[in-house]
């Protein structure tokens, strides 16, 4: 079954809308998005084989290429992967393929590193567990993932990002009376909530793995977990 979330980012903001959503970020907005491609470059080493989950137009895997051997972008949108083909027909060294992040057709320890950026694991609207057990699945012994969402002090910028996005009509209005506490929900059915710190946690303790936690920029909340040998 196909969640409210996921048909909105294949169908709706997707391809060059889900693009334009990037080029008009305020600058703390690109400050954040900045710091998050920062955080994630340092976790990579340059024979790194990598996979995105939710992978959009491309926007991260092409930070990426400079510092892994092969980035691999997954989406279950087919305009954002055409936009991102296009945008990346000189790349030799990522591809992007359709592919439902909580079914991935990959063999077991394929991959060095896998992410999931952004806020994915809410806004994919997917069954949480089953999409980090099947990261953790494709992980190579001693391969890191890494998940992330925002952190609640971050409510303002994200708001007003969501505010802008609506403003120029790639969402819907701001439902503003069900909005708070983290949550963005929009009049046309789009609602965006956040993975804190206690969430995380859970999810760790569920499937048993070593998470570790930490906040990047005062804006995002990185869940990081190893793949035991």
Not at 160 to 187: M, P, R, Y
Request: with cysteine; hydrophobic share 40%.
């Amino acid at each position: 079954m196909i969640s409210l979330s996921m048909e909105y980012y294949s169908k709706i903001l997707s391809g060059i809308a889900l693009k334009k959503c990037y080029d008009i970020a305020p600058p703390r907005i690109k400050q954040y998005l900045k710091q998050e491609i920062e955080f994630v470059i340092s976790k990579l080493n340059h024979q790194d084989h990598v996979l995105e989950l939710g992978c959009g137009y491309g926007r991260v895997v092409f930070e990426l290429l400079p510092y892994a051997k092969t980035v691999t972008g997954i989406d279950t949108s087919k305009n954002s992967l055409r936009l991102a083909n296009q945008l990346g027909k000189e790349e030799d060294n990522c591809e992007f393929l359709e592919m439902d992040a909580t079914s991935l057709t990959f063999k077991d320890n394929t991959y060095d590193v896998v992410l999931c950026l952004q806020n994915g694991i809410n806004a994919f609207g997917v069954d949480k567990l089953k999409l980090v057990k099947e990261a953790h699945r494709v992980l190579k012994p001693d391969g890191i993932a890494l998940f992330s969402s925002y952190i609640k002090q971050f409510w303002f910028p994200r708001l007003n990002w969501f505010e802008l996005q609506a403003k120029h009509g790639l969402i819907g209005e701001i439902d503003h009376e069900s909005t708070g506490n983290g949550t963005v929900v929009c009049k046309d059915g789009l609602r965006l909530d956040i993975t804190d710190v206690n969430d995380f946690r859970v999810i760790g303790k569920q499937l048993g793995l070593h998470i570790l936690l930490t906040e990047v920029d005062n804006s995002s909340l990185f869940c990081e977990f190893t793949k035991d040998i």
